[in-house]
C-alpha cells in the first residue's frame, strides 16, 4: 500500500482516532485524507511542538504511542522542540514529518536540511522510511514508542515515495525477565541488614503490574516510600507509609532529604534515572531493582537485581521486619507541609485553587498540570491513590503543557472528569490552541492561575539577589481570549467564585477557561519555601 495508507492503518490497529499537526502541500494532505477514510480524525493545532504534546499525551490515556505530523524543514524543527518534552516527559510518541523526496524524484522544495540530526538525542527510534521496510519500520516505531519506558519514535516520509512493503525480518527475542537467583540473595541480605529502609519507587513498577507487591513490600519491611515524579500513585498516598515526591534536589529542607537523613539504607525499586533534578550526591548504601537489564542506575548501588519487579518484589516481602514507625513518617511530613502552609493574610491562594479542585474533581477524574510556582505544591497537596490519575509534568519540568496535554486527553477520552492546571506564562505559549477545544467540543475546565508575571523565575530572581526586571507581563484578559475562541471565559478572584466557577465548568459540555488571579507577590515568594529555599521564608 501506499504510504500514507500504512501509516494509518498501522495508527488506527494501534487504537488511535485521532493525530495532531499542522499540514503542508505534500505528504502531510495524503496523511490527511488517509487517515479521514480510516478513520483516524485530523486535529490541526497552531504549532507543532503543541502537537507532540497533544499527542503524546493522548496516546499516553489510551495506553499506546500517539501520532503528530508535520512539513519537512522548519516543521520537522518546530516538531523537534515537542518531541523532547515528550522525551522528559518519558510519554509515547510517533512523530513523522514529510521528507526530501527520493533522487529520482523531482525537487519541490529547498526548504531542506538535515532532519535526523534535529531529532538525535529524544528519540529511542528514527527512520527514513523505505519501499522494501516501510511497513516494518512503522510498525517498529508504534512498539518502540510505548513500550518499556516510553521514548518518542520519528519517522521521515520522503515525498515521491510510492508503495512500501513489509520486510520478512525475524522478530527480535524478548528480554529474559527472569531473575539472578544470586543477585536477589544479595538483596535479601541488603535487606535484612538495614532497620531504617526508605524506598524510592518509579513508573517501572506501574508498568510490570506490580503496584500490589510494592505496598506489600513496604509494609512487610516497614518501610518509608517517596514515589518518582513521573510515578504518582505507584504507591497509595493515603498510606501512612507514605512520605511524598522525590524531587533530587539535595537540599536540607525538602522531604527526600529529611527522610534519607534518618534512614540507613534506600531501595531503589522501577525508578528512572532521568526523573530528579540533579545527579545522585548522596553516600547511603543503596540497591536497585531494575526491570530491565538496560536501564540506568540512578545511584552507585552496592547490589542491583534486573528482570521480573512482581516476583522479585513477592519474594522481597516473605520476610517481616522491624522498621520505620509511623508517627517518624508523620512528623517528617509535617515538617515539611508548614512550608506549604495557606498564607493567612491573602485573599486568593494557590493553595485555594488545590483544595478546591480536590474537593470538586471525583476520586476517578484526571489532574492535568505543568510547570510553574505552584508545581510543588500539587506534589504535596494533592494525594494520588491510583496511577492514571495524575498526569504533571516530571523530569521535563515543562512549560506549555498544560494546554495541549489536555485537548489530547480530552479526546482520547470523553467521558473521564479532568481538570488542567497551568499558569498565565505557559498559557502565552498556547494561546493559539484555545481555538482546537471549541472546534473539536474538547469540554474540560482549564484553570489558569495568573500572577502577571513569570513567577517562578521572579522568586528565583529575587533569591539570588538580582534585581526585579524583565518578568512581569502587561495584563492580558485572557478569559476574554478564551470566549473570542468559542469557549466559557470567567475571572475569579475569591475561593468562592473558584468554586463556584469550577463546579459549573465541571458540568458544562464546553471548554471552560477559569483565570484565577491570585495574590501575585504572596504567589511568587511562595515558590522558594516549597523548593527548600527558606532564605525570605518567614512562619505566619
Known amino acids: ?36 477514510q480510516r478513520g483516524v480524525q485530523f486535529v490541526n493545532v497552531s504549532h507543532e511542538s503543541s502537537a507532540a504534546i497533544a499527542a503524546a499525551t493522548y496516546g499516553a490515556v489510551k495506553k499506546t504511542a500517539g501520532l503528530a505530523m508535520s512539513i519537512r524543514g522548519v516543521g520537522a524543527a518546530n516538531l ?37 540530526k534535529l531529532f538525535d538525542g529524544v528519540v529511542g527510534y528514527q527512520a527514513t522510511l523505505t519501499a522494501d521496510e516501510g511497513v516494518t519500520m512503522i510498525h517498529r516505531a508504534f512498539s518502540r514508542a510505548a513500550e518499556g519506558r516510553p521514548t518518542p519514535s520519528m519517522l521521515h516520509l520522503p515525498a515521491g515515495l510510492g508503495e512500501i512493503r513489509d520486510a520478512t525480518t525475524p522478530a527480535q527475542p524478548a528480554e529474559s525477565s527472569a531473575i539472578n537467583e544470586k543477585s536477589l540473595s544479595q538483596v535479601q541480605e541488603f535487606v535484612g541488614k538495614h532497620r531504617q529502609i526508605a524506598i524510592l519507587a518509579g513508573a517501572d513498577v506501574i ?20 514515589v518518582a515524579m513521573d510515578a504518582r500513585g505507584v504507591f497509595p498516598e493515603s498510606s501512612p507509609r507514605w512520605a511524598g515526591v522525590f524531587l533530587g534536589l539535595f537540599n536540607p529542607n525538602v522531604i527526600e532529604s529529611r527522610v534519607f537523613k534518618q534512614a540507613d539504607a534506600i531501595v531503589f525499586v522501577g525508578v528512572d534515572a532521568m526523573m530528579t533534578h540533579a545527579p545522585w550526591k548522596l553516600a547511603l548504601p543503596t540497591c536497585e531493582l531494575a526491570a530491565r537489564s538496560g536501564y540506568s542506575t540512578m545511584s552507585s548501588p552496592e547490589v542491583r537485581v534486573d528482570g521480573d519487579l512482581k516476583l522479585t518484589l513477592k519474594r522481597l516481602s516473605e520476610k517481616r521486619k522491624m522498621g520505620v514507625a509511623i508517627d517518624d513518617i508523620k512528623q517528617l511530613r509535617s515538617g515539611i507541609l508548614q512550608y506549604f502552609k495557606r498564607p493567612a493574610e491573602v485573599r486568593f491562594a494557590a493553595q485555594d485553587i488545590i483544595q478546591v479542585s480536590r474537593e470538586l474533581l471525583p476520586s476517578d477524574g484526571l489532574l492535568l498540570s505543568e510547570t510553574g510556582a505552584f508545581v510543588c505544591m500539587l506534589e504535596h497537596l494533592w494525594p494520588v491513590d491510583h ?29 473521564r472528569p479532568m481538570v488542567g492546571i497551568g499558569a498565565d506564562g505557559s498559557l502565552l505559549m498556547r494561546l493559539g490552541e484555545l481555538e482546537a477545544f471549541a472546534r473539536t ?20 530572581q529575587s533569591a539570588r539577589g538580582f534585581p526585579d526586571y524583565g518578568l512581569d507581563f502587561h495584563g492580558v484578559d485572557y478569559s476574554a481570549i478564551a470566549r473570542a475562541c468559542g469557549l466559557n471565559g470567567v475571572m475569579v478572584e475569591t475561593p468562592e467564585a473558584f468554586r ?5 465548568a465541571l458540568k458544562s459540555d464546553r471548554a471552560t477557561l477559569i483565570e484565577a488571579r ?15 529555599d527558606l532564605s525570605q521564608w518567614t512562619q505566619a
Open 1 to 36: 500500500m501506499k504510504a500514507a495508507e500504512a501509516v494509518m492503518t498501522i495508527a488506527k490497529e494501534n487504537r488511535l482516532e485521532h493525530f495532531f499537526g499542522i499540514p503542508g502541500g505534500g505528504s502531510p494532505l495524503e496523511l490527511i485524507d488517509a487517515g479521514r
Open 80 to 116: 523537534a522542540g515537542g518531541v523532547a518534552n515528550a522525551y522528559f516527559e518519558r510519554l509515547p510518541l510517533v512523530g513523522i514529518c514529510e521528507a526530501p523526496a527520493v533522487s529520482s524524484h523531482p525537487v519541490e522544495s529547498v526548504q531542506q536540511c538535515e532532519q535526523e
Open 207 to 226: 508498568r510490570a503490574g506490580a503496584t500490589s507487591e510494592l505496598l506489600a513490600f513496604a509494609e512487610a519491611i516497614e518501610a518509608v516510600v517517596l
Open 387 to 415: 496511577p492514571g490519575n495524575f498526569l504533571g509534568t516530571s523530569g521535563g519540568r515543562t512549560m506549555g503543557l498544560t494546554v495541549p496535554a489536555a485537548l489530547g486527553a480530552r479526546l482520547a477520552d470523553r467521558k
Open 441 to 460: 467540543g474538547a469540554a474540560l475546565p482549564l484553570v489558569i492561575i495568573n500572577d502577571q508575571a513569570l513567577g517562578t523565575m521572579k522568586a528565583r
Open 500 to 504: 463556584l466557577e469550577l463546579g459549573q
Open 518 to 532: 491570585v495574590d501575585a507577590k504572596v504567589y511568587q515568594d511562595s515558590f522558594g519555601p516549597t523548593i527548600g
